[in-house]
């Protein structure tokens, strides 16, 4: 049973949800905004957030975990470079999602997940 459990599952076993979420998160950082599904959207927005607070850190356990949970690494890199220095002075709320409308196809629900 799924009590109390917040965990959006994607209709996807654990490995392939985890693998889209880490690729979704580090798009996210690289691109500055992607166009994805509300769904995801909503569920990568605290991963995302997460990662640029870790990076405003600065220190190597916060280094070591950004390059464990992005695959890429020029998220890594942008994160600790850019996205530091841009949001030294924020305490949160580094995303914004915009609602785009349907997707033609099979009318899913559109949004743009981007940097404030």
Do not use: F, W
């Not at 600065?58 to 390059?67: Q, Y």
């Not at 695959?71 to 600790?80: D, N, R």
């Not at 841009?86 to 580094?94: E, F, M, S």
């Amino acid at each position: 049973m799924r009590h109390r459990n917040k965990n959006k599952i994607l209709d996807r076993k654990r490995g392939p949800r985890l693998a889209l979420m880490k690729g979704l998160a580090s798009n996210v950082l690289i691109y500055e905004k992607v166009r994805t599904t509300e769904a995801k959207a909503k569920a990568v927005k605290s991963r995302v957030e997460r990662m640029i607070t870790l990076a405003k850190k600065n220190d190597l356990a916060s280094t070591k975990r950004l390059i464990a949970d992005l695959p890429q690494k020029m998220a890594v890199l942008k994160a600790i470079e850019v996205l530091r220095e841009r949001y030294k002075g924020r305490t949160g709320g580094y995303t914004r999602i915009i609602k785009l409308g349907a997707r033609p196809g099979d009318g899913g629900k559109m949004v743009q997940i981007e940097l404030v």
